[in-house]
């Protein structure tokens, strides 16, 4: 088997259990794990990338123990797209590449075929900031398969993108398993279903299976079934006692499929489920017992909501949310303290204005030398620095002259990369802020003038909850 777990478990700090006891033999081909948001599928792939360490079972890959001697190794061997990713959104896609070459020691005469394969070839050139978000992901699965790594996990891969992009991703991970092991996290079911042979499902950072979707659809043969109501009100008297899945209507009646676990109701009909539908009742039936401990934990807390102390609490946090409202900024900003607040938020799609080449220029030099005279430029490698130096102090240079010029200098490049990336922008003014708050929004297909009054209504409210500088969450 190419990656095997064997009673991997992982423990948090705060007492919670993201992976309990979780087996597994994954071989070539395409492994589906599918869960909700917060079932221990992340948790179980930052271990096999060694992100993390569990903290009981085993774990290896390609027959390797995923232990700290092997780390190295095993990287070597993975390619990984982690849920979030994300990069210098100046650098063009090529850049990226060349980056991620450098950082893994990979030959940069495979980056051509690399984007190739996903289909960025023609968009080589284009800024990081102007993909759209599938092109983004399709980035991220790039660098992931760069150097053609055997084993191949990804994250989420198809989530907030396009049904066109997803298309193309479950494409590009089909052909990738042919020769190849891919470990595809989802929590949509329909991906599962288009690519993937054997899956397991998590929930609760529990094991519920493992094994292939054939054998999975036959295992609920007998226990899930269609029943027929003529009223909603005669199906709402059902789920009194039963567990329905979904139900629809037609023209003369209510038709619903429930679960049966013993004897079938005498009005109920055999039924031939749907993925979706037998993953809600694994769900259902196996991870019940949490439903049944969140529904106690509810009861317990509404009988808190009228107590005194409770009453005094929310009292208190009323009067603090209005003390936080001075962190609310509008849309359009009027002030700088709008910006820095902007700032704070992480927002520096709206508050960054690129610096002109001769400031770029100018901070890059004076970044050198200051990485010089610090010492952590040692002497030796200063002087492969000093034509560099002269380039940026010289007008017939532009940057981009000279970022062109060390391409295929492997020390000298990636200081010129970080200077890119740390002095490419600059925190705009208020008229410069507002302009692109008008161009980000009008992409989005947002009114600025609703989109004023939205902001400064969920942040009052976010402030109710948080005690620091308020989160700009509005989009």
């Keep these: ?193 288009y690519i993937c042979d054997k899956l397991a499902i998590l929930d609760n950072g529990k094991l519920l299976y493992s094994g292939s979707i054939e054998d999975l659809l036959k295992s609920v043969q007998g226990k899930i079934y269609e029943a027929r109501f003529n009223t909603k009100d005669e199906l709402h008297k059902f789920e009194e006692s039963h567990t329905v899945i979904s139900f629809k209507r037609d023209d003369t009646q209510v038709r619903a499929i429930v679960i049966c676990e013993n004897d079938a109701e005498p009005s109920s009909i055999p039924y031939k489920p749907t993925l979706e539908e037998v993953y809600v009742y694994l769900t259902t039936i196996k991870g019940g017992k949490m439903m049944d401990a969140i529904k106690l934990i509810w009861f317990e807390s509404k009988k808190q909501i009228t107590s005194f102390p409770f009453i005094i609490t929310l009292v208190l946090l009323t009067v603090f949310s209005f003390t936080q409202m001075s962190e609310v900024f509008h849309i359009p900003v009027n002030s700088e303290s709008d910006i820095q607040a902007l700032d704070r938020a992480g927002e520096r799609d709206f508050i960054d204005v690129s610096n002109t080449d001769e400031e770029l220029k100018e901070k890059t030099s004076q970044y050198l030398e200051q990485m010089i005279s610090a010492g952590t430029i040692s002497d030796e490698n200063a002087k492969e620095f000093e034509p560099v130096l002269t380039m940026l102090k010289d007008d017939n240079y532009t940057f981009d002259d000279i970022y062109l010029a060390m391409k295929d200098n492997s020390y000298i490049f990636p200081w010129l990369m970080a200077s890119k990336s740390q002095f490419g922008n600059r925190l705009g003014t208020v008229d410069e802020v507002n302009s692109n708050i008008q161009a980000e929004l009008g992409t989005k297909g947002y009114s600025p003038i609703l989109m004023e009054k939205y902001i400064t209504y969920v942040q009052g409210i976010s402030a109710f909850f948080d005690f620091s500088t308020i989160p700009f969450i509005a989009y």
Aim: hydrophobic residues 35%; aromatic residues 6%.
């Design 1 to 193: 088997m190419i990656i095997e777990t064997s009673n991997l478990t992982k423990k948090y700090s705060n007492k919670v259990t993201a992976l309990n006891n979780v087996s597994l033999s994954i071989d070539t081909g395409i492994f589906g794990l599918l869960g909700r948001n917060g079932s221990g599928k992340t948790t179980l792939m930052r271990i096999l990338t060694t992100l993390i360490e569990p903290t009981g079972g085993t774990a290896s890959i390609l027959g390797m123990d995923i232990t700290p001697a092997n780390k190295t190794q095993i990287k070597r061997s993975i390619g990984y797209l982690p849920q979030e990713f994300g990069f210098y959104k100046e650098f063009t896609v090529s850049e990226i590449m060349e980056y991620i070459c450098i950082m893994r020691d990979f030959d940069k005469k495979t980056i051509g075929e690399t984007l190739e394969k996903v289909n960025l070839y023609n968009e080589r050139k284009k800024k990081y900031k102007e993909l759209s978000g599938g092109m983004k992901r399709r980035v991220g699965l790039a660098q992931a398969i760069l150097g053609n790594p055997p084993v191949l996990i990804v994250d989420e891969p198809t989530v907030g993108v396009d049904p066109e992009e997803r298309i193309k991703i479950r494409k590009l991970l089909n052909e990738y398993a042919e020769k190849n092991t891919v470990l595809f996290s989802t929590h949509i079911i329909e991906d599962i279903e």
